[in-house]
């Protein structure tokens, strides 16, 4: 098994950037495909990037293409999303969620889940 914990949400204008990280227990974490997740108020949880094991693949959602990037370093259990050009649409709870099923693109498809990090985004 292994335990998720977000960081690095907050509060920021519009076009402002943020780096959430999220730091995983136990020490076979680069046997897991990770995903970062966002739900907003009213709205279903959507994938918004994913990265291999090794961290040569990646998936983004079409919406924050070109805007975000997600990053692994297995030395140190983390993976982080660095978003950058951020609009108000972004706003959300983000998650990140991994999972020993190989390559998932819904939720469903994710075992654990870290608590969410809230980022707002104000116009």
């Given at each position: 098994q292994v335990q998720l914990v977000e960081s690095g949400g907050g509060l920021v204008q519009a076009g402002g950037s943020l780096r959430l990280s999220c730091v995983a227990s136990g020490r076979t974490f680069s046997s897991y495909v990770t995903g970062w997740f966002r739900?907003?108020?009213?709205?279903e949880r959507e994938?918004?990037?994913a990265i291999s094991?090794?961290?040569?693949?990646?998936?983004?959602?079409?919406?924050?293409?070109?805007?975000?990037a997600i990053s692994r370093d297995n030395a140190k259990n983390t993976v982080y999303l660095q978003?950058?050009?951020l609009n108000p649409e972004d706003t959300a709870v983000y998650s990140c969620a991994a999972t020993l099923s190989g390559w998932q693109t819904t939720a469903r498809g994710y075992?654990?889940?870290g608590q969410g990090?809230?980022?707002t985004v104000s116009s």
């Amino acid at each position: 098994q292994v335990q998720l914990v977000e960081s690095g949400g907050g509060l920021v204008q519009a076009g402002g950037s943020l780096r959430l990280s999220c730091v995983a227990s136990g020490r076979t974490f680069s046997s897991y495909v990770t995903g970062w997740f966002r739900q907003a108020p009213g709205k279903e949880r959507e994938l918004v990037a994913a990265i291999s094991r090794s961290g040569d693949g990646t998936y983004y959602a079409d919406a924050v293409k070109g805007r975000f990037a997600i990053s692994r370093d297995n030395a140190k259990n983390t993976v982080y999303l660095q978003m950058n050009s951020l609009n108000p649409e972004d706003t959300a709870v983000y998650s990140c969620a991994a999972t020993l099923s190989g390559w998932q693109t819904t939720a469903r498809g994710y075992d654990y889940w870290g608590q969410g990090t809230q980022v707002t985004v104000s116009s």
